[in-house]
């Protein structure tokens, strides 16, 4: 059993070098991550990468890379397409690498 998942709101931002990757008026968070609904995301700046890996309770995580100014951003960020039922409220949400993006939320 996994951490609960908790529909917030305010704004949320995702950048890299100033540049907004993603940005959202309401989100859900787990284990101290944003997930940003798919519509918020900024697709132009991603790219679907061959990167996996499993959680034992949101299941098999997909990844994107980010390409901003130039500068490429590996498996930066990821979301869950078919998200076990503990996390079904993640699905298609994008999450990010705190080391790789800045991420704000007001």
Known sequence: MGKPVVPRTGH???RINGTVVAEATAWRET???VYFPPESVKK???RGTE???YCP???DASYYS???DG???ENAAWYYKEPLEGAVDLRDHVAFYKNKVEI???
Do not use: C, L, P, R
């Open 12 to 14: 949320a931002t995702a």
């Open 31 to 33: 284990e101290g991550n």
């Open 44 to 46: 132009e700046y991603f």
């Open 51 to 53: 990167q996996s890996t």
């Open 57 to 59: 309770w949101k299941g």
């Open 66 to 68: 980010i390409d901003v």
């Open 71 to 73: 500068a490429k951003y």
């Open 104 to 106: 704000t939320v007001e």
